[in-house]
């Protein structure tokens, strides 16, 4: 584990692996540091792989740079800690959400560096006015500590589907507990930074010539199925699958499924 300096202040990365294994770069949801990977970084490792799992700004373990940010930066950020860590050979990249958001901006930016993507629950496209509207009602929100049994409730069910609030509900207490413990005004910079401001990518995709799976819940009300079909449309050779009893958290609501698409998706990737 180490904290990496990058653009966007340091970043926490859980590094576990050897050098020499072929590595997978993750970076989570909103909402969610590299512990949402946690299924995910166990399957890897038994199938011979290192991961480098980040807390993204304002989250986790790392405390953000302390103003606004774009998805471009993120993008540069997440190339700084391959760098860092001495990865130069192409790298798998999981993404779910706001991880999916920056995949794209880092295979445009630096293709060599991608072997291919496991894109979750996310969008190449700017938010509507209502979810900016939606989103901005909620940093305001979130802004007032007094509410945060009601506010904590409300992200929960955005993230998780109802089947998963009843049948795991630790699930949902987890999240709500980490992410009540972060420093408030570096999350809330990070929500309007990502809900916001983000700007969309999807019609940059034809540029990207990465193999791609897009993987989306479909229970997801935050960013529903369609966002993960048009992403595929546009990525050429990408390959979309939803998921039944899942909402916006499919690696954490559904490790089992998650676990077989990405090592199947990833026995396919060239070897380096």
């Known amino acids: 584990m180490s904290t990496i300096k990058t ?7 859980d590094d576990q692996g050897k050098p020499d294994q072929p590595v997978a770069l993750l970076w989570p949801s909103l909402f969610t540091d590299h512990r949402m990977w946690r299924h995910q970084i166990r399957a890897l490792h038994d199938n ?54 920056v995949a794209p901006r880092i295979a445009l930016r ?9 894109l979750f629950n996310t969008s190449a496209e700017r938010g509507t006015p209502f979810e ?17 049994k009601r506010t904590a ?22 999240l709500a507990e980490h992410m009540l413990a972060w420093d408030r005004r570096a999350l809330i910079t990070s929500v309007r930074s990502v809900l916001v401001d983000r700007d969309p990518v999807l019609d940059a995709l034809a540029g990207v ?52 698409l990405i090592l199947d998706f990833l026995k396919q990737l060239p070897q380096t």
């Open 132 to 148: 900016r509207i939606r989103a901005t009602a909620l940093a305001k929100l979130m802004a007032i500590s007094a509410l945060d």
């Open 153 to 174: 409730p409300m992200i929960e069910s955005g993230l998780l589907a109802p089947e998963t609030q009843r049948q795991q509900p630790e699930i949902g207490a987890d």
């Open 7 to 13: 653009i966007l202040g340091p970043m926490f990365v």
């Open 48 to 101: 011979g792989w290192r991961t480098l799992a980040t807390d993204p700004p304002g989250h986790g373990r790392s405390s953000g740079p302390g103003r606004p940010f774009t998805m471009d930066e993120c993008a540069e950020a997440a190339i700084q800690i391959l760098d860092a860590t001495g990865n130069h050979a192409p790298v798998a990249y999981l993404g779910t959400s706001w991880g999916g958001f």
């Open 209 to 260: 010539n990465v193999p791609t799976l897009v993987v989306s819940g479909k229970e997801d009300r935050t960013l529903p199925s369609i966002h993960s079909q048009r992403i595929a449309e546009h990525l050429p050779g990408a390959r979309h699958v939803e998921i039944s009893g899942a909402a916006h958290l499919v690696p954490l609501e559904r490790p089992d499924e998650a676990n077989s």
């Open 110 to 118: 630096a293709p060599k560096r991608i072997s291919g993507m496991v």
